[in-house]
């Protein structure tokens, strides 16, 4: 099957397409896959643009969509938090940030802005899961003692980026049954 696709997209080059799609719209492929058939397809078409379209319907959007980007697409269609149809398709804000770390540089990129469209989106209604990447309610919040030992020692030991400068979201500590110790204290020295 591969071996056809891999025809098929050439086929369609030769023909003047002026650019070739790859897509899983039933999120079913393994990342392995995805990086061999980029590979495969991007050898065949040479300079013309590949790009991928995924969606979620098994938790490998993101995964897929970035080897994809890795692996000889030229781009990924995303949505906004990854809205779209079934279970949503890649979360532009997630593949911007992955941009961003692949580059290792901003790249005159305002992540700020993704904070303000999260608050135009609730703003017309949609709801954010609180658990979200980046803008849910609890980004960035731990009610762990571990990880808030972590921040208490060191912000870098549980906050691998600055997200106070990223997004204005600095690290947070929720007090709970299993703060600790920690918890209390970083809680404390927050709010205090």
């Excluded at 696709?5 to 999120?27: I, N």
């Excluded at 495969?40 to 590949?50: D, M, N, Y």
């Amino acid at each position: 099957p591969v071996q056809a696709v891999v025809d098929l997209c050439r086929f369609a080059v030769q023909s003047g397409a002026d650019r070739v799609h790859l897509y899983d719209s039933f999120g079913i492929g393994l990342p392995s896959v995805v990086r061999f058939l980029a590979r495969k397809v991007k050898a065949a078409i040479g300079e013309t643009p590949l790009l991928w379209h995924g969606h979620n319907d098994f938790h490998k959007v993101h995964i897929n969509g970035a080897s994809a980007w890795l692996y000889g697409c030229n781009a990924l269609n995303a949505t906004l938090f990854g809205f779209g149809e079934r279970t949503g398709n890649p979360p532009l804000e997630g593949a911007v940030i992955e941009y961003i770390a692949l580059r290792g540089a901003l790249c005159g990129i305002d992540t700020q802005m993704i904070q303000e469209i999260a608050q135009y989106m609730r703003s017309v209604g949609v709801e954010i899961p609180p658990n979200y990447p980046f803008v849910g309610r609890d980004f960035n919040t731990t009610r762990a003692g571990i990880h808030a030992g972590g921040l208490r020692a060191d912000e870098r030991i549980h906050n691998i980026f600055d997200t106070a400068a990223l997004f204005g979201r600095p690290p947070r500590v929720s007090i709970t049954d299993k703060s600790g110790v920690d918890g209390v204290a970083v809680w404390v020295n927050e709010f205090l």
